[in-house]
């Protein structure tokens, strides 16, 4: 048994983040929606020969576009992470080591054990 045909179908594909922001962008500015240049990229393939966005041109900004997206995509997980300096900081009160006393200072509910809330709650202070 063989399924009926849709009108349309879907494709989905993984890029990374900064990638999609970089080729929404410029979809954008060419005035076509993401579907569309896709489209074209696979009606060009399909027809054997180059995609619609291969004009020279284009094909170093494509390029210059992922380049980019790839530094950003570098830079991304550094940016993500706190300042681990300010986080013992704020563990430490004597800021030289972490104390038993700095830990049940954290520990709010005394369950010998510090959550993540009370973590945020105490260096918030």
């Given at each position: 048994m063989t399924r009926p045909l849709k009108k349309s179908?879907?494709?989905?594909?993984?890029?990374?983040?900064p990638t999609k922001l970089a080729f929404m962008a410029r979809c954008r500015d060419e005035g076509r929606s993401a579907s569309e240049a896709l489209r074209g990229f696979i009606d060009g393939?399909?027809?054997?020969?180059?995609?619609p966005s291969a004009h020279p041109l284009r094909m170093r900004l494509a390029?210059?576009?992922?380049?980019?997206?790839a530094l950003g995509a570098v830079?991304?997980?550094?940016?993500?992470?706190?300042?681990?300096?300010?986080a013992f900081d704020c563990l430490a009160r004597d800021r030289a080591a972490i104390s038993a006393a700095d830990f049940a200072r954290l520990d709010a509910d005394h369950d010998g054990r510090v959550s993540y809330?009370?973590?945020?709650?105490a260096c918030a202070k």
């Open positions: 179908e879907t494709i989905e594909i993984r890029l990374p983040y393939e399909l027809a054997g020969r180059a995609a390029i210059g576009a992922l380049v980019a997206a830079a991304l997980p550094s940016l993500a992470h706190t300042n681990q300096r300010a809330a009370e973590f945020q709650a």
